[in-house]
């Protein structure tokens, strides 16, 4: 007999490496025991022309922007059992091979995804079926509930705000239904940095997004 279905949410601010981990995990959850799908959210934005705007500037960066009944209704066929289309999103994973890169990398070397698989392959047991979803924001308030009633597993990722700065600044741009996109100047700062706070601060003692999560 089969485990239950679990739906593992990857969230956190832009630039923190989700998908970066998220490329790794079919190397780590392996058949028999392990089926694994991932989920990019990225692959399910509206249409860049109903996208709103903060700061006179256009918001690929908050919940609104995402259409969160087309992302449910997939992971809902999932859950019943069905195969979901896994996007245009797919990040090869990439390995840090120096000090250089353990940064932009997060440390993820071969041997590291190695031991995981190698410590993950002893927990013997039924076959189980792992929807994870990769998403800047998949369970803050703005996110509808019967989406979040979906989540097994949350799971935020973070960065300070200088380190995560540099990264999204540091992308050359980003590929939408539409074509290319790049950030405006000012755009971490306008609309990420704020999105992100105003959506996580909730979690964290006296509201401060680089503190500590507040255990209540």
């Given amino acids: 007999m089969a485990s239950a279905p679990l739906v593992i949410a990857l ?12 490329s790794h995990l079919p ?15 990225d692959d399910f934005y509206k249409p860049q022309t109903e996208l709103p705007y903060r700061a006179g ?16 209704t ?19 994973p990439q ?18 995804v190695q031991d995981l698989r190698d410590e993950i392959s002893k927990i013997k047991g039924p076959p189980r079926r792992i929807l994870v ?3 800047f924001l998949l369970f803050t308030p703005s996110v509808p509930s019967t989406f979040r ?43 990420v940095w704020p999105n992100y706070v105003e959506e996580n601060r909730g979690w964290f003692v006296d509201e401060s997004v680089d503190g500590e999560v507040d255990d209540e």
């Fill in 27 to 41: 190397s780590i959850f392996t058949p028999p025991y392990y089926h694994l799908t991932i989920l990019h959210v």
């Fill in 149 to 191: 009633s979906l989540l097994s597993l949350k799971l935020l990722l973070r960065a300070p705000y200088t380190e995560a700065k540099e990264r999204r600044e540091a992308r050359s741009g980003y590929d939408t239904m539409e074509g290319w996109w790049e950030d405006p100047p000012g755009y971490f700062d306008s609309v």
């Fill in 133 to 135: 979803l990769d998403g």
């Fill in 57 to 72: 500037l256009l918001d690929w960066d908050c919940a609104a922007s995402i259409d969160w009944h087309r992302l449910e």
């Fill in 95 to 112: 390995f840090s091979t120096s000090p250089s890169e353990e940064k932009d990398l997060g440390g993820i070397t071969q041997t590291l």
């Fill in 11 to 22: 969230s956190g601010l832009s630039s923190t490496g989700k998908s970066t981990i998220a």
């Fill in 74 to 92: 997939a992971v809902r066929k999932w859950k019943d059992g069905g195969e979901v289309q896994e996007g245009k999103v797919n990040p090869q």
